[in-house]
C-alpha cells in the first residue's frame, strides 16, 4: 500500500523549506533570461508580470486546496487519477515533466555561461558541457542526502537572490541613467502577432514560464513535519513572493536605456540584460555586476534547478508507487531519498545536456514546455471540478474562496495561456514536443497493456486506499 515500508519518506521538512522550495522553483533566470522576458513585454515587462500574477493566483487556490485533500507526494498524478481516470493522470504528470525536466539542463548552462562570461573564458562549448555535467553531478549527490540539507540551501541561496535582486532595482532606480522617458515605449514585443492578437498579449502568455513552481509543493508536502492545511501559505506566497520581486526588478530595468540592447538582438547581451546594462555603466558599476551575477544567476538559477530537481524525482517515486512505473521507482536510499528516479533524472538531464549543444532538439522543446505546463493545470483544474461535485463531503481544511467559480475561472485561464502558449511556435517546437509526446505514448501503452493488467494503480484517498 502507498506509504508504507520502504517507501515511506520522512517528515522532517519545515514549512520555510517547502516555501523555499517552491519559490526557488518559480523564481528563476531573472538575471540570464531577463532580456527575453523584456523582448516579449518590453518596458511594460513589470506590469505584464503583476498581471500574470493575478491570473496564476487562481489556479494555485485551487492547488491549496487540493494539496492538503492528498497529503502525498504525486500531485497532478493523483489529482486527476481520482478526479477523471488514471490515463488522464498519467497524461498531466507527463505534461508537467515536460516543463520539469528541461530546467535542469537549461539551468545548469546558465550557470555555467554566466561564469565563462564573467572569466572572459573563451566559449568552448566541449569545455561548458563538462563542466554542466560536473554541477548536474553534484546536484544529484545532494538530492540524495537527506531532504533538510537540501532545504537549508534552498533557503540560504534563495534569500540572496532576492536581496541581490531588490538591490539592484534600487540601484537602477537611483542611478542617473533610470528616467520615465525609457517607457515610453511601453508595449514594445518581438512577439509575433497571431490570429489578430496584439503581440504584447502574446508575450504576457509566455510570462507563465517564469511562474510554474508552485506545484512542486504537493511534491513535498510528504515530508513536511508542519500541520498539513499550512501547505497553502508555501503555495500561494511563492507566486505572490515571485510576482512582487519580478514586477520591481522590471521596473527598475525598465527605466534604464536598455531599448538599444534589445533592438540589437540577443547577440548584444548574451542573455544578460541587467548584467549587460551594469557593465556599459562601468566604474562600480562592474563590481556590481558580479555581486548581482552572484545572486540573480549563481543563487536564483541554482535555486531553481534544485526545486525541480526534488520535485521530478518525488513525481516519478509517486508514480513508482501507485503502479504507474516498476516499484523500483519507490525504493529509497538510507536517507529516505529515490534512489531511481535521482538515476534517471542524471541521465536524462546529461542526454539535453548534449541535445542542447548539438542542435535545435532541446531548444525547440524548451519553447514548448510552458505549454505543457499550462495542460496540466487545466486538466488538474477539471479534476477539481469534478472531485468537488463527486465528493462534497471531502474536507481540505482550506477554503477555497470563490468555490466553483474559481475552479471554472482557473480552467478558463489555464486554457487560454495553454492557447498562447502555441502561438508563434516553430515546426521545430512541435517535433520535438511530439517526440516527447510519443515517449510517454509508448510508456502508457505499455502500462495499458501489460502493467495494468496485472496490478491495479491504487491512490489514497480521504475515504483510505482506492483502486483506479
Partial sequence: MPGTGETKLNRSLKLIYVYAIATGAIFTFIGYWDSIFYEYCGSGTFLAFLLMTLLILPIAFVYCEMAPLFPEAGGELIYNTVGINKHFGFLSAWLIMAAWIAVPPAAVMAIVQWIFHITGLTQNFNIIEIVAAILLVGYFILSLQNVEIAGKLQLVMLGLAIVGCIVASIAFMCSGSWSFSNFSNFFYSQAKASLGINPWIIGLGFLITPFFGFETVPQMIEEGNFPITDSNKAIWGSVVTCGIIYGFFFLGIGGMPVQALIEEGGAATGGFLAITMMEQLGGGWRIGAVLFGIAAILCAIGTCLLGFWLSTVRLLY????????????????????????????????????????????????????????????????????????????????????????????????????????????????????????GIGILLWLWMVLVKWKKTRVVINTPDGPTEY
Fill in 318 to 437: 509517486a508514480m513508482g508507487r501507485s503502479n504507474f512505473l516498476p516499484e523500483s521507482f519507490a525504493k529509497l536510499n538510507k536517507h529516505k531519498q529515490p534512489i531511481l528516479p535521482n538515476v534517471l533524472l542524471l541521465i536524462v538531464s546529461i542526454v539535453f545536456l548534449v541535445l542542447q549543444n548539438s542542435g535545435t532538439f532541446m531548444n525547440d522543446f524548451f519553447n514548448l514546455m510552458a505549454f505543457g505546463c499550462a495542460c496540466a493545470y487545466a486538466i488538474t483544474m477539471v479534476a477539481a471540478i469534478r472531485i468537488h461535485s463527486g465528493h462534497p463531503d471531502w474536507k481540505s481544511g482550506y477554503r477555497l474562496k470563490g468555490g466553483s467559480f474559481t475552479r471554472w475561472l482557473s480552467l478558463i485561464i489555464a486554457v487560454v495561456i495553454a492557447f498562447f502558449c502555441t502561438l508563434g511556435q516553430g515546426i521545430g517546437s512541435w517535433i520535438s514536443f511530439a517526440v516527447y509526446m
